[in-house]
């Protein structure tokens, strides 16, 4: 079965460049899409595609997808970017067509 | 405008069937394309996706809890059901429904937390 591996946390002061990485094999074949989810709320979809932004998600977020690694990268990082964040892919590689999501990370601002 | 949201029980007790209903609005299930995904999330613990439901009444499931689950719809009603036999402690979460959009999920309902306790 298709696994996503995410760091647990990351931590970056304000006005800073923070990224969180998904891991999978030959990921680039696939697309990515992430998820910001903050405590007591349902996850929001803040990148889909790779790299598109839904209207209402900051141009600071940014997605990319290369090799085994997917990045969301969130520039200028401010307070209220602190969450969880979850990454997602769609596995069609077996007879069981199934949704996988990563393991999540917890962005913290310091 | 597309909302979801989920209803059911709170409570549950090791080995019942928990029947949870989604009831949505700004789209339909009757039309190409639509789906509607079911995703639950332990206290502290990850997203884990458990089902989907296309307007063609295709319906894909986790392997690990395929055996488990029954997924239905009412286009009429603007409805999908989930059914998941037999819970468990371990089952206690939040379970979300969500409009999929392609592959991925754009819209989420607010959840629904569900224990299993006896």
């Known amino acids: 079965s298709y696994v996503l591996t995410q760091p647990p946390s990351v931590s970056v002061a304000p006005g800073e460049t923070a990224r969180i990485t998904c891991g999978g094999n030959?990921?680039?074949?696939?697309?990515v899409h992430w998820y910001q989810q903050k405590p007591g709320q349902a996850p929001v979809v803040v990148i889909y595609?790779?790299?598109h932004r839904p209207s209402g998600i900051p141009e600071r977020f940014s997605g990319s997808n290369s090799g085994n690694t997917a990045t969301l990268t969130f520039s200028r990082v401010e307070a209220g970017d602190e969450a969880d964040y979850y990454c997602?892919?769609?596995?069609?590689?077996?007879?069981?067509?199934?949704?996988?999501f990563g393991g999540g990370t917890k962005l913290t601002v310091l | 405008q597309i909302t979801l949201k989920e209803s059911g029980p709170t409570l549950v007790k090791p080995t019942q069937t928990l029947t949870l209903t989604c009831t949505f609005s700004?789209?339909?299930?009757?039309?190409?394309?639509?789906?509607v995904g079911w995703i639950r999330q332990p206290p502290g613990k990850a997203l884990e996706w458990l089902v989907v439901?296309?307007?063609?009444?295709?319906?894909r499931y986790s392997p690990s809890l395929k055996s488990r689950l029954t997924i239905t719809k009412d286009s009429s009603k603007n409805q999908v059901v989930l059914t998941m036999t037999n819970m468990d402690p371990v089952d206690t979460a939040t379970y979300y429904c969500?409009?999929?959009?392609?592959?991925?999920?754009?819209?989420w309902g607010q959840g629904t937390l569900v224990t299993v306790s006896s």
């Open positions: 969500a409009h999929r959009r392609d592959l991925y999920f754009d819209y």
């Open positions: 700004g789209f339909s299930l009757s039309t190409s394309g639509e789906g």
């Open positions: 439901i296309y307007w063609d009444d295709d319906k």
């Open positions: 030959n990921i680039e074949s696939r697309s």
């Open positions: 595609y790779d790299s």
């Open positions: 997602q892919v769609w596995d069609d590689s077996t007879d069981h067509r199934r949704v996988v």
